[in-house]
């Protein structure tokens, strides 16, 4: 067996990947070339390089296997003769039946028929198991490998070469991945005057090179109310975005997508994520600034309705209060776009196994 972290600790993190294979046979060929391709494409491996198999890693492998999307199974010729490889596949198996993990076999230099009827190695592997293990772990094992080996996945004989073989086995775990992460939707709320065609343009375009789902709101101010379309693109989002500028709060269309936006923190649990550009968050909290001589307009505009600017201060000052990013705190803008798309893509990935481990 083998992933990049070194401790013994049980990990606590999510992984795209788990691979499973015997490590004498593909860990310095074909492993390896696997997972450096996987992570160039930015999938997260777990991968465990520590060659030691004693009892106090089993926890930490199994936990790994539940914290993954995707399990590889390597069938190579000496994998069924690896106890320590077998009760991996169990748990695999089980994670596939209770948490609907995507489990790929990949038949490297072994005929899915060997696997499937327990013939050649998997045979003589068996037959040595025979004389130290009880009959019912090797029946858990025996029924195990051939629920795995039915399912549909890769087989070196049908490609060219081992290159070949790799690209398709990216393809399929980047195109899961990416259907995963479109299932949801970013919106994003800003001031399109100030930040539309620079340091909006820049966060579109990252977020969409990770395949997040982004609405950007382009449509100019018109009436007196946000249309029921947005709103309900506003509802169906799994994450808001505000990107609070200096002339945030002088858009009363900004303002009603905020009021919606909270609405759906309390009422669906949608991620919210303030973004303060070159604007102090405590002038956004106690509308101070610029944010102050929006709201003077405000009062002029709708002094017979004085509960919508209620309303309106009320839902500023509570996202001021969430964690979000603040651009004074970062070098500059590449550094903060940075920071925001990791923590966006980290927190819909958490969101996604949370749904994947309910479902």
Same mark, same amino acid.
């Given at each position: ?256 997508? %905020?009021? @919606?936006?909270?609405?759906? &923190?309390?009422?669906?649990?949608? *991620?919210?994520?303030?973004?303060? =550009? #070159? ?26 309705? %004085?509960? @919508?600017?209620?309303?309106? &201060?009320?839902?500023?000052?509570? *996202?001021?209060?969430?964690?979000? =990013? #603040? ?26 196994? %949370? ?5």
């Amino acid at each position: 067996m083998a992933v990049s972290a070194t401790s013994s600790q049980v990990p606590q993190e999510r992984y795209d990947v788990f691979i499973s294979y015997k490590s004498e046979d593909v860990r310095l060929g074909f492993h390896s070339h696997l997972t450096k391709q996987l992570q160039q494409e930015g999938i997260h491996v777990y991968v465990d390089e520590m060659l030691g198999k004693g009892d106090e890693m089993l926890p930490r492998l199994l936990e790994a296997i539940k914290r993954s999307k995707i399990a590889l199974v390597i069938f190579s010729e000496n994998y069924a003769s690896s106890s320590w490889c077998l009760d991996v596949l169990v748990k695999i198996m089980e994670c596939r039946r209770d948490n609907n993990q995507l489990v790929i076999p990949i038949f490297y230099d072994v005929e899915p028929s060997l696997v499937w009827h327990l013939k050649g190695a998997y045979a003589y592997a068996f037959a040595l198991h025979e004389q130290k293990f009880e009959d019912n772990l090797l029946r858990i094992w025996r029924s195990v490998l051939i629920e795995t080996a039915c399912l549909s996945g890769f087989q070196l004989s049908n490609f060219p070469n081992e290159s070949n073989l790799i690209d398709g086995i990216i393809k399929t775990v980047v195109h899961k991945k990416r259907v995963d992460l479109e299932k949801d939707k970013v919106f994003i709320s800003f001031r399109g005057s100030d930040v539309r065609y620079g340091f909006l343009s820049h966060l579109t375009k990252q977020l969409l090179q990770k395949w997040i789902h982004v609405h950007a709101d382009e449509m100019l101010e018109r009436g007196d109310e946000i249309s029921t379309s947005l709103k309900e693109t506003i509802e169906g989002s799994t994450m808001a975005l505000v990107i609070f500028s200096k002339g945030y709060a002088s858009s009363r269309w900004c303002l009603e997508e %905020l009021v @919606k936006i909270m609405e759906c &923190k309390r009422d669906k649990n949608q *991620i919210v994520i303030p973004i303060f =550009y #070159h604007v102090d968050p405590s002038h956004v909290r106690h509308q101070e600034g610029s944010y102050a001589d929006a709201f003077a307009q405000h009062e002029q505009n709708f002094k017979d309705d %004085l509960m @919508k600017l209620q309303v309106w &201060k009320s839902v500023l000052k509570e *996202i001021a209060d969430l964690s979000g =990013y #603040h651009s004074s705190n970062f070098l500059n803008e590449p550094d903060l776009i940075d920071g925001i798309v990791k923590d966006v893509y980290k927190k819909l990935e958490d969101k996604g196994n %949370l749904r994947q481990s309910a479902s």
